[in-house]
């Protein structure tokens, strides 16, 4: 499948999932609901007026949390998770796979795996594919905050990818799935190796990861 069939299949089984599990139910987003989820998703691609504070701090990020915040309390939560299952709006579509492949692959396992029985999927093959893809692209942004690490991603089976910093030598090896929501910051979520320097691997483990 295209990146485009994944960020819909993704974004399929998330709002499928979110149903299930009900507005109130935890997921791996720092405190979030699966409310404050549904209400994220909405904003994020219907609030144009939300989208600096995705990325910046200050005035910009509490607009973006006081308009999430307030969908997801005051809400219908169902209606929240139709829109998010619809897709984005008409201009938005042709950049789906760009702009959502990551952004529902690793929120889907924020909410699968917020209970203590979870296990990785399987046949993702082709998903995997395009992550890692993505990582060799995105890594070094998501990266950057760590301190004197010279860092390389392994993919299980052997490829690899080499962040670029200079400093302690350290390897990261999983799936790609798993790379990516290690670099999002789920980082006690997932199943991956660290090795290497000893103060390289503490610092992969605790420092400022992900956009």
């Known amino acids: 499948m295209s990146a485009r069939e994944w960020a819909q299949s993704e974004r399929h089984a998330l709002c ?14 720092g405190g979030w609901t699966a409310a404050h989820l549904a209400a994220h998703l909405v904003v994020r691609e219907r609030r144009p007026d939300t989208g600096p504070g995705l990325v910046l701090s200050g005035a910009p990020a509490r607009h ?3 308009v999430t915040n307030r969908l997801a309390e005051r809400g219908n939560f169902t209606q929240q998770v139709d829109r998010v299952r619809r897709g984005p709006p008409v201009y938005l579509r042709p950049f789906d796979g760009q702009m959502n492949l990551v952004e529902f692959v690793v929120h889907h396992e924020d909410v699968r795996r917020a209970g203590d029985e979870w296990t990785p999927r399987s046949g993702l093959d082709g998903l995997d594919d395009l992550l ?6 995105g890594a070094r942004m998501m990266c950057r905050g760590l301190v ?14 080499h962040v670029g910093k200079a400093g302690r030598p350290a390897t990261l ?37 992900g956009i």
């Open 173 to 209: 090896t999983g799936e790609p799935v798993e790379l990516v929501n290690f670099l999002f910051g789920r980082r006690d979520r997932v199943e991956v190796e660290v090795a290497g320097d000893e103060g390289a691997a503490h610092e992969l483990r605790t420092g400022r990861l």
């Open 64 to 66: 973006t949390a006081r």
């Open 132 to 137: 890692w893809q993505r990582l060799g692209k």
């Open 148 to 161: 004197d690490v010279d860092l390389t991603l392994a993919r299980t089976g052997g490829d690899t990818i």
């Open 16 to 29: 499928d999932l979110m149903d299930e599990v009900g507005p109130d139910a935890p997921t791996l987003c």
